[in-house]
């Protein structure tokens, strides 16, 4: 289940208005990383509309997701230019790494996995979207960096020392 109290924020900041439903449903995208059930439910209440209408705009434009893409959706283009310097070879790679396959998201949301037609950067390939971010020119080599500069920083270990806690 879904905590969706940040929809009621969104609707209230866009007017709870139906003219405004791409906008809302953008931030609820935003906020999600995907559209849930339980949040087309309550932004349809909110705007008083049916489920069904919020649903045909969520599923005709591409920028929304009615399944998990993850935090960081990453795309390896398969476009003429990144195919033939080695995007295939990239995604398995990434399966490798995220222990995912394409078209799946990891178990803890942060990353999901998939292949665009053409990210329009062909001088650039293969290239990679990471969220926003571009990576052109990748090699296999730095797909593993690539993976761990975007995974939550862990705490840090007290030092040993005078900041280390004494043990009694």
């Keep these: 289940m879904v905590d969706v109290a940040k929809v009621t924020e969104i609707l209230e900041k866009h007017g709870a208005k139906r003219e405004r439903m791409i906008a809302i449903l953008l931030d609820c995208q935003e906020t999600y990383y995907y559209l849930p059930r339980e949040v087309l439910e309550t932004v349809a209440a909110g705007v008083n509309i049916p489920v ?26 398969n476009g003429t230019a990144c195919n033939i310097q080695g995007g295939p070879l990239l995604v398995d790679a990434l399966e490798r790494e995220l222990k995912i396959k394409k078209g799946e998201t990891t178990p803890d949301e942060l990353f999901g996995l998939d292949t665009v037609n053409c990210v329009g950067c062909c001088g650039l390939a293969p290239v990679i979207t990471v969220g926003q971010e571009v990576h ?16 939550p920083k862990a705490p840090a270990e007290p030092k040993e020392g005078k900041d280390a806690p004494t043990v009694h």
């Design 52 to 77: 069904t209408s919020v649903l045909a705009i969520a599923t005709f434009f591409k920028a929304f997701s009615l399944k998990p893409v993850g935090r960081y959706p990453i795309r390896v283009c």
């Design 136 to 151: 052109g020119k990748v090699k296999i080599s730095s797909v593993p960096r690539m993976v761990k500069q975007n995974q």
